[in-house]
């Protein structure tokens, strides 16, 4: 049993998909591994740390020969695996809504394709799930990155000078990142409130020392999917929530919006007319600025200004944070995979439940129901 590690090829991209740590547990399963060279590079992590751990070190079409299992972050071109064997496995973030060609021409090339963003939010896939581990990192570096563009201080300080007010926070969409957000202002000592289209958040906000901003007189409304993700509001839902958040979003310094709905172009939370009712210096950082944006305006890879106002739209923020990125989604893979290793055939063996959760391609075919729909 191979296992090779790809040197991820996609512009501003510097996670990695193992690290030495997974690298020697998944030697310790009985797997080879073998590492294209400079992979870990935008991690922090050199060819010597992995060759160190026990893996091989070379070029691509190394790498990818006789290889069982390829791992990455981001879904590589489908030419970029000209020599992988039939049946192999690529586990990555495919973005397989995004790039659906991508995914027909993996099936083309033969590779049994694994989404690891479509790991099913189930008690037992916790520990495999790379949108949660990777969200986390973003809505810390949200918080960060607002802070950085923010003319001000965050906590409130009481000077021989005079008194600094601590700066308002509003977190929209409360997810993980939307967690960590909240968690993170709170830190840096912002006054945090926050809103998501779930009810069963609310208890989550508060707990957490921020105030929930809800909508009270829209009944029968939960805005939960399956899996745990938000879903399209009624009309009434979000005219009520428009008016809310109007009249709150106004009185922010710092706005993070985190709202994504898996297969649908982000829903937008923020009109260019509420932009102009916040304050001159006033920060939004837009989460969800590649799958269309919850912020108008926003621009994916660019901070703008409106109104006075910092639009953030970069990309990839958990990259932004590539070394603890890094171990966090090589965990997930290892943990994915080491859950279904089987001791007799030397290989992980996946179950019906998780397996068909995430295979999109298998024996030349797009299988996945969420794309044949």
């Not at 590492?35 to 991690?43: D, L, R, Y």
């Not at 981001?74 to 060609?101: D, I, M, V």
């Not at 790379?130 to 918080?143: D, H, P």
């Not at 890094?326 to 290793?341: I, M, Q």
Request: some cysteine.
């Amino acid at each position: 049993m191979k296992i090779g590690v790809l040197k991820e090829t996609a512009a501003g991209e510097g996670r990695v998909s193992a690290t030495p740590e997974t690298i020697k547990k998944f030697i310790a399963l009985g797997a080879a591994v073998a590492v294209e060279k400079g992979a870990g590079a935008g991690a922090s992590i050199d060819d010597d740390a992995f060759a160190a751990a026990g893996a091989t070190v070379g070029a691509r079409a190394d790498v990818i020969a006789d290889a069982d299992i390829l791992l990455g972050v981001q879904g590589p071109t489908p030419a970029s695996l000209k020599g992988a064997k039939a049946g192999a496995w690529l586990c990555a973030g495919l973005n397989p809504f995004g790039e659906r060609g991508r995914v027909d021409d993996y099936a083309k090339a033969g590779v049994e394709a694994l989404a690891m963003e479509f790991m099913p939010r189930i008690t037992r896939a916790q520990s495999m799930d790379i949108l949660s581990s990777q969200s986390n990192l973003a809505g810390y570096k949200a918080v960060l990155d607002a802070a950085a563009e923010y003319g001000r201080a965050f906590p409130m300080m009481m000077t021989a000078a005079g008194t600094i007010s601590a700066a308002r926070l509003f977190v929209m969409g409360v997810g993980v990142a939307g967690l960590q957000a909240i968690a993170t202002g709170r830190r840096l000592g912002a006054q945090v409130s926050a809103t998501d289209v779930r009810s069963a958040t609310k208890e989550q906000i508060e707990s957490l020392g921020a105030k929930a901003i809800f909508v009270e007189d829209v009944k029968g409304i939960e805005g939960e999917g399956s899996g745990g993700y938000a879903t399209e509001m009624s009309d009434e839902y979000k005219a009520a929530q428009a008016a809310l958040v109007s009249s709150h979003i106004a009185k922010q310094d710092i706005v993070i919006t985190t709202a994504l709905i898996p297969g649908r172009p982000a829903p937008r939370l923020i009109s260019d007319a509420q932009i102009a009712t916040m304050r001159p210096g006033s920060v939004i950082v837009d989460l969800a600025v590649e799958a269309g944006g919850n912020v108008e305006g926003a621009v994916a890879g660019e901070v703008v200004e409106r109104h006075g106002v910092k639009i953030v739209g970069h990309r990839n923020v958990p990259g932004r944070l590539a070394a603890d990125a890094s171990a966090l989604f090589a965990r997930n893979l290892y943990n994915f995979l080491s859950a279904f290793w089987d001791k007799d055939q030397g290989r992980p063996v996946l179950d019906e439940e998780i397996g068909n959760a995430v295979r999109i391609t298998q024996g030349g075919k797009v299988v996945n129901e969420r794309l044949l729909g």
